[in-house]
């Protein structure tokens, strides 16, 4: 299955600010799916984002809070805008384990733990 | 609206001793559940699939069984060890490109 480099692992924010985080996969994949996981609550997709398009977003998250970039078909990136600390949580990215199979699941990055003050 | 509920109270056992944990799921008609383990500072890693046709699987010491009569899969972890302490994930799917809906996660503490 594939191997994810997400980066940075943390980071500590001033609110109003952005944070964008990257994630760089070593094979190509059509879709990469980003999340977010508040503590204690359990992994909310956030949108998913296939290489050409624009990212399709779930109910409740919007693109002009979080932009999402996919230059190719093995990086991606979220930006969280405008930062508030309700954006405090653990953002990850996700692809396929193996594509169209969901007998391989899902393969995470390492995840980012954002802090906004 | 579709829940996933597992005991978010951790579950302490004894080493050796067989772990189980539950997912219960409503208003939801999956076509497979998944089973993931997630140490802290780590994203989640695979574990497991169940279709909704199968009734169990097993994978070393690991064993899921899936009732969707009763909306539920149960999690085992035989001759449990210290090293399976960590919090673990159910999700769901409805089969095809079909997004997963996780649930909140147990944590699993393993006693030497």
């Known amino acids: 299955s594939a191997v994810i480099s997400q980066k940075p692992s943390r980071d500590i924010c001033q609110r109003g600010t952005s944070l964008t985080i990257q994630c760089q996969v070593d094979s190509q994949v059509t879709m990469m799916f980003w999340y977010r996981q508040q503590p204690g609550q359990s992994l909310t997709l956030i949108a998913t984002a296939n290489q050409g398009s624009e990212a399709t977003y779930e109910s409740g998250f919007v693109i002009d809070k979080f932009p999402i970039s996919r230059p190719n078909l093995t990086f991606s990136t979220l930006t969280v805008s405008n930062m508030s600390p309700e954006d405090s949580s653990i953002y990850l990215c996700?692809?396929?384990?193996?594509?169209?199979?969901?007998?391989?699941?899902?393969?995470f990055g390492s995840g980012t733990r954002l802090t906004v003050v | 609206s579709q829940k996933i509920e597992q005991n978010s109270e951790a579950l302490n056992i004894q080493e050796g001793k067989t772990a189980t944990l539950t997912c219960n799921y409503t208003n939801y008609s999956p076509a497979y559940l998944q089973w993931y383990r997630q140490d802290p500072g780590r994203g989640p890693v695979f574990l497991l699939l169940?279709?909704?046709?199968?009734k169990e699987k097993r994978k070393e010491r690991l064993k899921v069984t899936f009732d969707t009569t009763l909306k539920q899969s149960l999690f085992h972890i035989t001759a449990s060890q210290p090293a399976d302490s960590a919090t673990y994930l159910c999700?769901?799917?409805?089969?095809?490109?079909?997004?997963?809906?996780f649930g909140i996660g147990t944590k699993l503490q393993v006693i030497p």
């Open positions: 996700s692809v396929e384990g193996e594509p169209g199979d969901s007998t391989y699941g899902y393969t």
């Open positions: 169940i279709r909704e046709n199968e």
């Open positions: 999700a769901l799917g409805s089969g095809g490109y079909q997004k997963v809906t």
